[in-house]
């Protein structure tokens, strides 16, 4: 893949989580997306006021928790991923 995101930016792939509804089937257009995602790629930081960067809490290969309304839907070689900031990250699952 060739991107890299800029500034304080993580491009996130969403995880699908299990769902068991017993025998009721849920139609696609009806399910809530997931809110846990594998990171991608991280951009190199964001430059304070003194002009330093200060590097990312994520990297590459994290899974994260983030917001229902976080991020930017994008699609890359074909894929649906999502860019956000790290601010919009809630946590990283251990």
Do not use: C, N, Y
């Amino acid at each position: 893949m060739g991107f890299r995101p800029l500034h304080d930016r993580v491009l996130v792939r969403r995880i699908e989580e299990d769902q068991k509804v017993g025998s009721i089937i849920i139609p696609d257009t009806a399910k809530e997306k997931p809110q846990q995602g594998e990171v991608i790629a991280v951009g190199p930081g964001a430059r304070g006021d003194d002009g330093k960067v200060a590097a990312l809490d994520v990297k590459k290969g994290d899974k994260i928790l983030f917001g229902k309304w976080s991020g930017t839907e994008v699609k890359i070689d074909g894929e649906e991923l999502l860019i956000m900031k790290e601010s919009d990250i809630l946590g990283v699952i251990a």
